[in-house]
């Protein structure tokens, strides 16, 4: 899971990098288990040459087919591809397999960072994290993140850290792009 070095700026370094919570893959699991469970008791339920047992059995492998593709297999890749990453200059979100969506934002311009939490969410230790920012685009939200509450006042801490950066530089040091 290790972003690309290649990717980052100069005197750039991640802090700490992660993907969605593995919360995002309950209902596939669940949905794995039970078009399983349900395909085989319907395959070994009317298993015989007749036409019915040939018509239910290949609507229910259609069906099995399709359920597992696009509620168990389409999720698990979109959490898979999804990446979280948090360096000393910029907050990156990039995810997507075959069409790549990617949104960073500079830790220079991070106005506020709040976390939202359900009741689900406390008890699993994830949460929704909202950085605002003073740029055209707004806020960023990153959904189902891991311990939110600590990665939240890492986002702090980044920032300080970054802000102190830029002032030690002075105002005739060469801009660095952020």
Known sequence: MTYPAKLLGDGESIAFEMRPHWRSLIVPAVVLILTVAGASFLLSTFNGSGFVARLVGGITWVSAVVLILGWCLRPFLNWFTTDYVFTNRRIIVRTGLFRRIGRDMPLSRVNNVTFD????????????????????????????????????????????????RRRSAGPGAPSDGS
């Open 117 to 164: 939490k359900t009741v689900t969410e406390r008890i699993l230790n994830c949460g929704t994290l909202s950085v605002q920012s003073a740029a055209e685009q707004g806020s960023l939200i990153i959904a189902s993140v891991p311990d939110v509450e600590n990665i939240q006042r890492e986002v702090y801490r980044l920032y300080e850290a970054d802000d102190l």
